[in-house]
């Protein structure tokens, strides 16, 4: 894992090399983290519908649970 000292010079490259090229490092951040998450998107759904099949699933056990 890198330093603290290492992820600070490379962000302020970045800074330098994007500002050389007239673009602002936060919505170029702001990009990357959307790329991320659009690039994931399939993932994520999955996850999401597992989890609603198990929270699905625990009421059932609940509810019968409260039936016996």
Do not use: C, P
């Amino acid at each position: 894992m890198a330093s603290k000292a290492e992820k600070k010079e490379a962000k302020d490259f970045a800074t330098l090399l994007l500002k050389a090229k007239g673009i602002d490092y936060d919505d170029w951040l702001f990009e990357q983290h959307k790329a991320v998450a659009d690039e994931n998107s399939d993932f994520l759904k999955k996850a999401l519908n597992q989890f609603v099949r198990n929270k699905q699933q625990q009421n059932e056990v609940s509810h019968n649970q409260s039936n016996v």
